[in-house]
Nanobody, 124 residues
Framework: QVQLVESGGGLVQAGDSLRLSCAASGRTFSMGWFRQAPGKEREFVAAMSRSGARLNYADSVKGRFTMSRDNTKSMVYLQMNGLKREDTAVYYC????????????????????WGQGTQVTVSS
């Protein structure tokens, strides 16, 4: 069982930046970031293969968010620039416990482990 712990959320103004971190307690394969706003379903944000060679981003965050990982530290990051009010949500880190398709998954059911989430609030 792998534990995931997110950190780095907070209250910022529109246009600001935040960097989310996710610490994993063990080996993981593809990892992803998802978010859930109040009254909405959880949605995909970004995903990365274990090697980091393959990335997927939601259209809504392309060009603003950058996902990275450091396997030596069992960490993944989500750099969020140009934040908008609509980015307000609880952000979750997710991980797969086995290799899958070459492309990192973009659907929640394909992930095996989840963190507790970190709140990001963007005010205008």
């Amino acid at each position: 069982q792998v534990q995931l712990v997110e950190s780095g959320g907070g209250l910022v103004q529109a246009g600001d930046s935040l960097r989310l971190s996710c610490a994993a307690s063990g080996r993981t394969f593809s990892m992803g970031w998802f978010r859930q706003a109040p009254g909405k379903e959880r949605e995909f944000v970004a995903a990365m293969s274990r090697s980091g060679a393959r990335l997927n981003y939601a259209d809504s965050v392309k060009g603003r968010f950058t996902m990275s990982r450091d396997n030596t530290k069992s960490m993944v990051y989500l750099q969020m620039n140009g934040l908008k009010r609509e980015d307000t949500a609880v952000y979750y880190c997710a991980a797969r416990n086995a290799p899958g398709a070459a492309a990192p998954p973009t659907t929640a059911w394909e992930y095996d482990y989840w963190g507790q989430g970190t709140q990001v609030t963007v005010s205008s």
